[in-house]
Structures are given as structure tokens and as C-alpha cells.
């Protein structure tokens, strides 16, 4: 993309390399380092001037250090006449400090919003804040990404009994979105209450509702030590509940937290990428990691487009890439003469760096003219064509150059084509839910 520079910072650069990746771009030239008495210093190794510069940088690790490194990064750019600096922050840090518990306290989350403003930031782009008056605290655009679909979608490809589980939030906080995936799933919802000795340790929770012989899944924006999902586990089991799994979005997973989850009656305990987790997982096998970058990079690439980002609240945005890959395949068969696989379909894909869910190499010629279960519901598929009389030329298993229209959230319908006696129709309907492809 032209006129578009991505750095990371040091805080996760794997992500960033993700992003990146997704994105078909090079990580711009950084190098940090620390003097000997822990000063930072940033170096922004190429010319930025007239660019849309992103900075990946989570608030993880270090997290005071990598804040600062974030801001430097920032001044740096804008010093150097960047056009625009936007600041990616898949874990926002301090967002726990969102307001006052007792006087005097301060409202950390506000303080970081103010220094991000300050340096020079034009937009910030999140996942799950944890509190959604932050994006208040800000005088500049906020984009705050939610991880609820990618979460649904491994929930239906995981759990095999997910029509028969209950969604529980084990913090009224996070209620009203945990209700909502499980309204999307259109399943059972059970709220827990917890009280708490202080901001990290909790002492108690409640379980509001009936999980009897259900499979319970846990789902919660952030843990840190995990003593409220690992005590709301062994609730919903002395409740009755078959099995437990818990699905997190930012999973800090600091102190006890590793031992808690081995010691725990968990299934799983599914987390995203927004902060690293290759060590835990190492100490832990229970832990499973959900990427988003597919999630950041969309919302980046249409930041740099001024396109509107809303569409990713809802849908995964994979589903772009089955617009890619039927471009793909015309692209295909234009040299081959129809003569297709998966793998022609894979290996280009390859070299546009783009990496495929496995569930969607299905077989195209399936997709053309004939019925084909749905990964997911694993109902019946049929296309829908014309009367032979119509399709003069038409060959089964070839795919002719159609516009590509999306009504309604539907779609692609592949309708029409470039001569009027090619009178065909094809539907390949998307999963409302998901956003993935209904074959």
C-alpha cells in the first residue's frame, strides 16, 4: 500500500510481523536500546515524511517502559512530518484505572490517554478495553475493536456441544457483552458474582442461574491472575456442569496464574494474541491462542482507505478474504481452462502472503455445481443455476468473471457475467454469525 509505514515497538513485534504480513508490508526500521542508566532511546530508521505511519505497541510486559517507547516513537514520527500517527495498542495499558475507587486516587487510564494526545497520536486503535468510557478520555479518534467474533467462531469449530452450553460472565462488568455472544449463539446465559479483598484477589463468587449438566464457557475481557475464572470453574462444577472452558481476550496471565489454570478443572483456556503467549503456552497446555491480526490489519487498512471500520464489531473480517481468493480463481482458470485445485488455490495465496483458515479450502467445483455441507451448521448447500438452454458455454466446475455485490450481509452472489447468454447463478451464502464462508 503506498504511502503507509507500519513500526512495532519491542513490546510484541510478533504481532506486528503478522500484521504486516497480512497486509502484503515490510516492518518499517526501529532500533531501540536502553542506555546504562534505562533511559530509552528510539531510533526510526527510515524517512517518514508525508506518510500514514502505524505503531504496533501493546501495553504488556514492561509495561511502563513500553508506554514510554510508544510515546517516543510517536514524537519521533510526527517530528519528522508524518502525516498522520496512529497508535495501535491491542492491550490498552492502565485500563484497569478507569476511575476513582477512593479519594485520592488518580485515573491512570485518563493520564495515558493525555500523554498519547499530547505526543502527537491522530487516532488509537484497541481491542476490548475494559472499560468503554476510555474512548471518552480521548479528543481524537478511537477504534475499539472487538475480539467477540473471532471468539464465536472458535466456539463453533471447537466445542462440539455449543449448541447445548451456557455463556457465563464471570464479571457483571463484561455482562452485557458476554450476553450478547450468547445471544448470537442462541444459547443459555449465566452471570457470576464476585467480590473481591482488593483489586487482584478475589474471595467469593456467585453463581446466578441453572448450568446443570451443561458445558460452561467462560468468557471475560482480561485476567490477570486468574483467581475469579479458576473459582467461578469450580462453581459451575460443583454446580453440575459436564465441562468448563474459559475464553479471555487479553490474557495477562501474571503471578499464579500458570499454576491455577494447571491446577484448575478447565478443558481449555483460549486467549488471544494481543499480548505474547509463546512462554505460557510452554508451561501450560491447556492455554490455546486465538490470532487477530487478521482483525488489526483489516481495521488498519481501511484507517489508511477511509473506509469505515464498523463492519469488524460484528464479523470476523475473513470473509474479505473469500472475496480474494474468487479472485483468485478467476485469476486461475483465465490461465488454466478450468482446470483447478485446492493447492493452485493455496499456492497463490501463498505468494500473496495470505494465511487460509483450513476450513476454507473446500473444494471449488463443489461450490460451482453441486451441493457441498456447511463447516459449520454442516447442512445441505445447493447452487442454484439457470436452465441449461441458458448457460450457453457454460462448462460444470468453471467459474466465469462475475461482479461480486454483498445485499444485506449476504453474500457473494455471483450473479450475471460479461454476455447475456451466460445466465448462471451461484450462491455461496456467509454464516451471519461468524462471518466465514457457508460451504
Known sequence: MPNMKIFSGSSHQDLSQKIADRLGLELGKVVTKKFSNQETCVEIGEGVRGEDVYIVQSGCGEISDNLMELLIMINACKIASASRVTAVIPCFPYARQDKKEKSPAPISAKLVADMLRVEGA??????DLQASQIQGFFDVPVDNLYAAPAVLQWIRESVSEWRDCTIVSPDAGGAKTVASIADRLNVHFAPVHRGRKKADEVDRVVLVGDVKDRVAILVDDMADTCGTICLAADKLLSAGDSRVYAVLTHGILSGPAISRINSACFEAVVVTNTIPQEDKTKHCSKIQVIDISAILA???RRTHNGESVSCLFSHV???????????????IVTESDGNVSDDDVALVAAEMKMKLPDSWMFEWRKAAHKSAPCVHCKQEVHCHCAPADTLAGCRPGVLRRHPLPLPGGWGPHLQGGWESSFVRRMEVPICKGDGGPHL
Not at 122 to 127: H, K, L, S
Not at 317 to 331: A, E, G, Q, S, T
Open 122 to 127: 491522530d487516532r488509537i486503535i484497541t481491542v
Open 298 to 300: 483489516e481495521a488498519i
Open 317 to 331: 473480517p475473513l470473509f474479505i478474504y473469500l472475496f480474494i481468493l474468487i479472485f483468485i480463481y478467476f485469476m
